[in-house]
């Protein structure tokens, strides 16, 4: 095994889970963020001397993962709809996350849940992160702010919320 191969598989092995789980807390979706995290690395493998100099490898897979699933949504739009179609529920499993977080997270607007899934799940810092979305760091700040109140309006019940006030 050559050492860029060698160099690839353990940055997969490594960071599969993880990119998986900030896809599934991005889309709501276990079973196409598990899709999209695959054609992600794979074209991080195509791409890999560029991406294992990138800043945060993990998060150029999980921002190609979202990337793709938004070209994925613009060619499903032009497709014309079955007459019987039915669209597919959310899957349970949410991959080791929280189904009350997940439901939570489905409901924050789609850059906010960017901005969590690699914040969070990701753990990475405010400039990487706005370097990864292509926004400023205070975006990235009132983003993560707007979305934290809003999660813990809805996943803390609210006696304890009166407590800590």
Not at 34 to 43: K, Q
Not at 55 to 62: K, T
Not at 110 to 117: F, K, L, M, S
Request: hydrophobic fraction near 45%; glycine fraction near 6%; proline fraction near 2%.
């Amino acid at each position: 095994m050559g050492h860029e191969q060698a160099q690839f598989a353990e940055f997969y092995r490594v960071h599969r889970a993880a990119c998986a789980r900030a896809v599934v807390a991005s889309t709501g979706d276990r079973e196409g963020a598990e899709d999209l995290v695959a054609e992600a690395f794979t074209r991080a493998w195509m791409s890999w001397r560029k991406v294992s100099r990138h800043p945060a490898p993990q998060a150029w897979v999980v921002r190609t993962a979202l990337n793709a699933r938004v070209s994925a949504w613009r060619r499903r739009r032009r497709e014309v709809a079955l007459a019987d179609g039915h669209d597919v529920a959310v899957g349970q499993d949410a991959g080791g996350v929280d189904a009350a977080l997940m439901a939570a997270l489905r409901r924050l607007p789609a850059r906010q849940r960017e901005v969590i899934a690699l914040r969070a799940f990701l753990d990475l810092d405010t400039e990487t992160t706005a370097q990864v979305l292509g926004i400023a760091a205070g975006t990235v700040t009132a983003h993560l702010s707007r979305a934290v109140a809003t999660l813990r309006g809805q996943l803390v019940p609210a006696e304890t919320q009166e407590i800590k006030q």
